[in-house]
């Protein structure tokens, strides 16, 4: 199984990565293990959202961006949610 062109255990890694950038840019206190989970359902999320416009991307590079903008807009939307 692969996520967006990178195996399960890149996608692990590269996640913990976009979410880890994403908490330190958005200004968020979160442990590893939410790292790691906002930046691989940031990441499905919003390659579900850009498949849905017919946009598709590949490879680690476009993971981690992805990841990253992902996670950043579902670290916004709990700050929405949480208020």
């Known amino acids: ?3 967006n062109g990178v195996g ?3 996608a692990i890694i590269i996640g913990g990565l ?3 950038l994403a908490e330190k840019f ?3 206190e979160m442990g590893l293990i939410a790292n790691i989970v906002l ?3 940031g990441a499905l999320v919003l ?3 850009l498949a849905a416009f017919g946009m598709a ?3 680690w590079v476009a993971y981690l961006v ?3 903008i992902g996670a950043c807009l579902l670290i916004a939307a709990g700050r929405v949610v949480r208020r």
């Open 1 to 3: 199984m692969s996520l």
């Open 8 to 10: 399960i255990l890149a």
């Open 18 to 20: 976009a979410g880890w």
């Open 26 to 28: 958005m200004s968020s």
């Open 39 to 41: 930046g691989i359902v």
């Open 47 to 49: 390659n579900f959202i």
């Open 57 to 59: 991307y590949t490879g």
């Open 66 to 68: 992805i990841g990253f």
